[in-house]
């Protein structure tokens, strides 16, 4: 088969045709020409226009073929627009004046997801700005086309992205038609979620049914405004994060009394086996809890105050669930642990966000959103790092944005 028949069958261009085709040793170039009768377009107001002249020949880089770089070549027109003026015509297989054709970008993004973006750049031979460029223009498209209609519930959080407290405010879809980001913010403050409901828009804030984040209180503030009629949830991951951080500075603060006291070095190498769960412990953690225990430490009562709040989770409505909270908190209050009486403080003053869990016939938390932030996190590690916020922000939508991409006649795989 001749590679101009491959080409036309794959991808033909309206109103061009595939000419005169050359083959080296490394690369395939094949000559573009227009349809005989065929008019440019303007690349301002895309409508056809009568040719004036022709400029230099122009190289487009496009999908390899068997190993070989293939080149398309071509002489653009200018064209006379009567709106517009002699200006150059619009070329449709790529954009303005990028190198890289259309295909071979769609071509590149799918292995950008896959694989660190210089990684991409050195197996195709390309530079890292053309393999930026190709995702970028897959992720426009995306946002441009995506369906942001009929979501019910949103997960709110944030990851640290660069050291020096520099966070991204992230908001995922967390319901059960569609898992995916919907948003990525620079820094975790009122105005960048702010940023998010404007985008979104009144109507379909009025249509979510529930929101799940953290105490932060920027967030609490704007969800509060922004969607009053949402079930606001206190986030369960989060919740139990606050009750392994009191077992953690307890254990912390004691370990260094007990040694300072000239006692033997009990909690030291114990901090997995208080925080993990018992699941998931190995069997030399849980010989190591099962010592604990007999032992009467803040540290363990910490721990058993954490653990008693597990039961939390297992009640089937509201009022028990209330019922449980009132009597858990005034034993924390009692236990005299500093710790663990900031948690109870701190769930008391926030109970209803707490009580809306069982509010929504779906159990929501953010678990859906840990788990998209540790692929978010993955996506830095794999390319080590972004230097600028516009880098991290096109590859989190195209890794996590279940975004549609540019239409195309041939899939390239």
Known sequence: MLIKTLLNRCYPVKGFIYGKVILNNTRITVKVKERKGSQGLCSQCKKAAPTYDHLKER??????????LVMLTYRPRRVSCPQHGVTVEHILWANGKSPICTPFKIFLSHWAKYLSWQEVARQFRVSWKNVFESVEHVVE??????????????????????????????????????KRLLFVGRSRSAKTLLRFFIGFGKERSKQLKAICSDLWKPYL?????????????????????????????????ETAQLKRDGYEPILEKSRWCLLKNKRNQKTSQLAKLRELVQYNLKTVRCYLLKEAFQHFWTYKTRYGAERFLRTW??????????????????????????LNYFSVKERLSNSVVEGFNLKAKLTMRRSFGFRTFKSIEVALYHTLGKLPEPPITHRFY
């Open 59 to 68: 190289c487009f880089r496009f999908i390899p073929l068997w190993g070989y």
């Open 221 to 253: 503030k704007v969800v509060k405004r922004k969607a009053p009629e949402a079930i606001h949830i206190l986030d369960r991951f989060h919740v139990m994060k606050y009750l392994n951080d009191a077992v953690d500075e307890t254990r912390r603060a």
């Open 141 to 178: 498209y995306g946002l441009k086309h995506r369906n942001l209609d009929n979501i019910n519930a949103i997960g709110i959080d944030e990851i640290q992205y660069l050291k020096g407290h520099k966070y991204l405010t992230l908001v995922y879809q967390i319901d059960s038609a569609c």
């Open 329 to 354: 908190t005034t034993r924390a209050m009692r236990s005299r642990l500093p710790e663990i009486k900031k948690v109870a403080k701190r769930l008391r003053k926030h109970q209803e966000l707490l």
